[in-house]
């Protein structure tokens, strides 16, 4: 069963704190891909970043950072020095090599950050 | 134009009405898929074509019926629906499953 959880349904945060964002996933395949999405309030999910099972290196792009950790089935997201322009809802997901073309999303986070 | 594109991004239609939904993608992505979003709900997976093909429909009522009829275009047509399926429809395409979506503005659907 292919399976995203994202716990936090809401995070209310004050502009310039750190703020990370769960996903617990769960496969069985061994090969899989995790995405994680930003839906503004205008409505268009926009793809942030994607991690293959075989890579658990870490990765930053500027403010955003992204945890991979297998032994624990997380790919959790951090944004440092939070803006207002960062309020939105996030969302994680995943496909697998025997998912055909099908993707699973968590519920999502809405996060605020408050000026 | 790039992109996957949505008409309309708004619509709002009494419960008798005939109307369609209509997606557009010019990345050369073989998969489409809707999806309906409704308030404080995830993403309900809908519908997804792969080479013209239905692949997937998640037990979703025939007043709901889709259409591909090439791989840059999927349409979504709608009768007799009911409140309940006041939603944001989005559509999305990819060309694989190791590759992201990519999703239009979607349409916010409103039933009378």
Not at chain 2, 39 to 49: H, I, S
């Amino acid at each position: 069963a292919q399976k995203v959880t994202q716990a936090q349904t809401e995070i209310s945060v004050v502009e310039k704190e750190d703020v990370t964002l769960d996903c617990v996933y769960e496969t069985r395949d061994t090969t899989y891909y995790l995405f994680w999405y930003k839906q503004p309030p205008s409505g268009e999910l926009v793809f942030l970043i994607r991690r293959n099972s075989f890579d658990e290196q870490n990765e930053i792009s500027g403010r955003y950072s992204w945890n991979f950790q297998k032994s624990t089935s997380s790919f959790n997201f951090t944004i440092t020095a939070s803006q207002v322009v960062d309020s939105a809802v996030y969302f994680c997901a995943l496909s697998g090599a025997n998912t055909g073309n099908q993707f699973y999303f968590g519920t999502g986070t809405s996060l605020t950050v408050i000026p | 134009e790039t992109g996957v594109t949505q008409t309309p991004r708004h619509l709002v239609m009494g419960m008798t009405n005939k109307k369609s939904l209509k997606c557009e993608q010019h990345l050369g992505h073989n998969a489409m898929y809707w999806y309906k979003q409704s308030a404080k709900k995830p993403l309900e997976l809908m519908f997804v074509y792969s080479l013209e093909e239905r692949v997937e429909n998640n037990s979703v009522p025939s007043r709901f019926s889709p259409e591909c009829p090439n791989s840059s275009h999927l349409f979504l047509h709608l009768h007799t629906l009911q409140p309940e399926d006041s939603a944001l429809y989005l559509c999305a395409s990819s060309s694989s499953y190791y590759q992201p979506q990519h999703f239009g503005d979607g349409t916010r659907l409103s039933i009378l």
